[in-house]
């Protein structure tokens, strides 16, 4: 199993390392993003055609919504972000670690984000490790986490939609799943993880010890690191209309609105 998870490992890094080298001449440490999810399905497509590994009903399963989930977001950002250039997220942090920006994005952002990569794919591993019957934990869990996919693309394709029409430059996004949470994508997105996670869960054995390391990683870089917390700290002093938005709305778990809330 060990080695295994060594493969896994060296596949995230590998797809780095290329895309860290294009980067440089591009001046755009945001194109991580674009090749995130595929850092995540990739180790699981090795973890799956390894020698002597078997698809059981479960594996195969997670591995479907795993794809799935993987293929949206990878095509969603890479169409979201073409021809904008750097995301201001990675303009700020170049400007904090220069000189030489380019040559620290290789651990800063690339290599660290492969090695996050790897981790949040754990669930994948775990069950392959330890194939075993489907159990009664299994239909809720796959539930949550085909749910978290419908989830986050529905969140997207409406926040996508909302920025391609027409809006007061200081507009923000407060209808369909956005009414109900400002950050719909994401609760999608860890949906996801909870749910490939409770899966991996429901195998027993060696799989219970790593399954929920990533969903509770996953968990806490959407509300800590570089989800909620990163786009909100200075999202009101750009958009005055945030503040009433997020008086009434949900920051993360779908609610229902309140009324009449105020600043």
């Keep these: 199993m060990l080695s295994l998870a060594c493969l896994g490992l060296a596949i995230a890094l590998g ?18 993003d674009r090749i995130w999810p595929v850092m995540i399905a990739a180790p699981a497509l090795a973890y799956a055609g390894a020698p002597a590994r078997m698809l059981d009903a479960r594996s195969a399963w997670m591995l479907g919504l795993l794809l799935l989930w993987a293929c ?25 670690n220069e000189p030489h920006f380019g040559l620290k ?11 996050l990569a790897w981790i949040v794919g754990w669930p994948l591993l775990a069950a392959f490790a330890h194939p075993s019957p489907l159990s009664w934990l299994d239909v809720p ?89 990163l786009l909100e700290h200075d999202i009101a002093e750009r958009r005055p209309a945030y503040r009433s938005y997020a008086a009434r ?3 993360f778990i779908p609610w229902p609105p309140r009324r009449g809330a105020r600043l």
């Design 249 to 251: 709305t949900s920051a």
């Design 72 to 96: 949206r977001l990878a095509l969603h950002i890479t169409r979201r972000n073409w021809g904008h250039g750097e995301d201001r997220r990675y303009q700020a942090m170049r400007a904090r």
């Design 105 to 115: 994005s290789l651990y800063l952002v690339f290599g660290l984000q492969a090695v």
């Design 15 to 32: 797809l780095a390392l290329p895309v860290w080298v294009f980067s440089i001449g591009g001046r755009d440490a945001s194109l991580a």
């Design 141 to 229: 869990a796959l539930l949550l986490a085909g749910g978290g996919v419908v989830i986050e693309a529905v969140a997207d394709a409406q926040l996508a939609r909302f920025l391609r029409g027409p809006r007061r430059e200081d507009a923000v996004m407060d209808r369909g799943l956005w009414a109900w949470s400002r950050h719909p994508n994401y609760f999608g997105e860890a949906c996801v993880w909870w749910g490939l996670g409770l899966a991996a869960l429901s195998a027993g054995g060696w799989a219970v010890a790593w399954c929920l390391v990533s969903p509770l990683l996953m968990t806490g870089l959407l509300l800590k690191v570089s989800g909620v917390a």
